[in-house]
Nanobody, 116 residues
């Protein structure tokens, strides 16, 4: 079993910054890609950013230019640097990992709240 543990969420004022971390651990595995998704109350879960083993990145249009995803392969950790935060960024942020065999794992989520 693979476990994903997120950290770094919290309450921040509009225009501020937060850095989320997600560390993967557990059985022997090879991760093909990791990413961040978010879900606001009453909304469906949506993609925020992804990064592949080859360091290709993809961002939602709503966060492009403000958020940066990065990966430390030695530590099996993915980060999300969030700058210029807006109230509409308020959501539970979930870490995701896709193994080379196609299996997916999710973290339990971390709350990000942006006040106006």
């Amino acid at each position: 079993q693979v476990q994903l543990v997120e950290s770094g969420g919290g309450l921040v004022q509009a225009g501020g910054s937060l850095r989320l971390s997600c560390a993967a651990s557990g059985s022997i595995f090879v991760i093909n890609a990791m990413g961040w998704y978010r879900q606001a109350p009453g909304k469906t879960r949506e993609l925020v950013a992804t990064i592949t083993r080859g360091d290709s990145t993809n961002y939602a249009d709503s966060v492009k230019g403000r958020f940066t995803i990065s990966r430390d392969n030695a530590k099996n950790t993915v980060y999300l640097q969030m700058n210029s935060l807006k109230p509409e960024d308020t959501a539970v942020y979930y870490c995701n990992a896709v193994l080379v065999n196609g299996y997916q794992f999710w973290g339990q989520g971390t709350q990000v709240t942006v006040s106006s």
